[in-house]
């Protein structure tokens, strides 16, 4: 098993920078990709952003040029960057954790951008 801890959430004002941070630990296996979803009341659940192991990164169209992921292999940790955010990045923001077929999600944590 795989255990997903988030942090980093909050209320910010439009334009504003938060940090999320994801901590796995567990059985990881060493090839896998970790990122972030959000949803939104009322929507689907959405990619923001995945890095794979090797480093390559994926990001929603909605994001780029504003958020920045990365990761730090030896603490098993992804980081999500969120700069200039918007109200429309008011979402729950779930980390997830793939590895072959197995898929796992952290609690999520809120994000509010708003005046």
């Known amino acids: 098993q795989v255990q997903l801890v988030e942090s980093g959430g909050g209320l910010v004002q439009p334009g504003g920078s938060l940090r999320l941070s994801c901590a796995a630990s567990?059985?990881?296996?060493?090839?896998?990709?970790m990122g972030w979803y959000r949803q939104a009341p009322g929507k689907q659940r959405e990619l923001v952003a995945v890095?794979?192991?090797?480093?390559?990164?994926n990001y929603a169209d909605s994001v780029k040029g504003r958020f920045t992921l990365s990761r730090d292999n030896t603490k098993n940790t992804v980081y999500l960057q969120m700069n200039s955010l918007k109200p429309e990045d008011t979402a729950v923001y779930y980390c997830?954790?793939?590895?072959?077929?197995?898929?796992?999600w952290g609690q999520g944590t809120q994000v509010t951008v708003s005046s």
């Open positions: 997830n954790l793939r590895s072959f077929s197995s898929s796992f």
């Open positions: 567990g059985n990881i296996l060493r090839v896998n990709t």
């Open positions: 890095v794979s192991s090797g480093g390559s990164t």
